[in-house]
């Protein structure tokens, strides 16, 4: 693996993580605009095709950011933050759904699981 800072590191761990988050959204919930118009089989193998870029991204993210130091649950935590910030737009952009304050309570209830995660 190559050597990096640990800055570094952490900064190309949460890229690749928002990079998989962008297709885990599209395998997880892409094809329920079109749930009416395909059979759910070939939603599956969709989903499947697009899950594996998925986790080509994913894996290396998580074996990059454990290497340098960051914590199991620390990865998990800021996955889910991730996860969070990449749904709300694909929610309200490509789902057409509406916003909702809702969206950022949730938020605030996930910095603050930063916050504890994080601390010292």
Not at 11 to 35: Q, R
Not at 37 to 62: D, G
Not at 75 to 99: D, G, R
């Amino acid at each position: 693996m190559l050597s990096m800072s640990p800055a570094h590191a952490l900064a190309a761990t949460v890229l690749l993580l928002v990079a998989s988050n962008l297709f885990m959204t599209f395998a997880w919930y892409g094809h329920l605009k079109y749930v009416g118009s395909s059979p759910w089989y070939l939603a599956a193998l969709a989903s499947w095709a697009i899950a594996l870029f998925e986790y080509l991204l994913q894996v290396p993210a998580n074996r990059i950011g454990f290497a340098a130091g960051v914590t199991l649950p620390q990865l998990k935590i800021v996955q889910e933050v991730i996860t969070l910030s990449v749904f709300v737009p694909f929610a309200m952009l490509y789902m057409n759904q509406p916003f909702k304050l809702d969206y950022l309570w949730a938020a605030l209830c996930m910095m603050g699981a930063v916050y504890f995660i994080f601390r010292t």
